[in-house]
T-cell receptor, first 112, second 113 residues
Framework: SQQGEEDPQALSIQEGENATMNCSYK?????LQWYRQNSGRGLVHLIL?????REKHSGRLRVTLDTSKKSSSLLITASRAADTASYFC????????????FGKGITLSVRP | SQTIHQWPATLVQPVGSPLSLECTVE??????LYWYRQAAGRGLQLLFY??????ISSEVPQNLSASRPQDRQFILSSKKLLLSDSGFYLC????????????FGSGTRLTVV
């Protein structure tokens, strides 16, 4: 079953603008991860935030985690046309065996 | 460095035919291995995962099976494909333990006709 729910489902912005994508989940987690998928390709790991972290940065990416609200956001600053892709959040549960559960994804289109 | 290989990239198979997709990982030992399926326009569904040789956990009951004959080899199989098995199949690995990102293969697009 789907654990993460991303919001919005689709986002279209102009190059140079910031893109904010949100994710909510239901159960306790070890960490939350964001992935990117270009059309018809495999997924690329972008960033991982642990359950005891609140914010993390990687280049133009900023991810926040609010475990009390069971939500996360991914901010891409100064977007580029090359950022056009689908973005997925995925949660890794607490427990012995790690297994990522993905949301349905957000389609981001960045207009040049 | 670690790499993951998945093949073939595309596959068209008739209904009722068998399936074998292979995934191998290089540059690491005792990885956790995963098979995911992505239906068109949908998120990823975990099918199987393995924490060691011969250890397979199934997440979704279906006509697919998985095997891990070697430490860095993960195989997805079916004896008789159904139309509903069409999709994009992705293999992934991660280091054992918590708080590691997953590395995905490039995927196999399976079309059952």
């Amino acid at each position: 079953s789907q654990q993460g729910e991303e919001d919005p489902q689709a986002l279209s912005i102009q190059e140079g603008e910031n893109a904010t994508m949100n994710c909510s989940y239901k159960t306790s987690i070890n960490n939350l991860q964001w992935y990117r998928q270009n059309s018809g390709r495999g997924l690329v790991h972008l960033i991982l935030i642990r359950s005891n972290e609140r914010e993390k940065h990687s280049g133009r990416l900023r991810v926040t985690l609010d475990t009390s609200k069971k939500s996360s956001s991914l901010l891409i600053t100064a977007s580029r046309a090359a950022d056009t892709a689908s973005y997925f959040c995925a949660t890794d549960f607490t427990g012995a065996n790690s297994k990522l559960t993905f949301g349905k994804g957000i389609t981001l289109s960045v207009r040049p | 460095s670690q790499t993951i290989h998945q093949w073939p990239a595309t596959l068209v198979q008739p209904v009722g035919s068998p399936l074998s997709l292979e995934c191998t990982v290089e540059g690491t030992s005792n990885p956790n291995l995963y098979w995911y399926r992505q239906a068109a326009g949908r998120g990823l569904q975990l099918l199987f995962y393995s924490v060691g040789i011969g250890q397979i956990s199934s997440e979704v009951p279906q006509n697919l099976s998985a095997s891990r004959p070697q430490d860095r080899q993960f195989i997805l199989s079916s004896k008789k494909l159904l139309l509903s098995d069409s999709g994009f199949y992705l293999c992934a690995w991660k280091s054992a333990g918590v708080n590691y990102g997953y590395t995905f293969g490039s995927g196999t697009r399976l079309t059952v006709v």
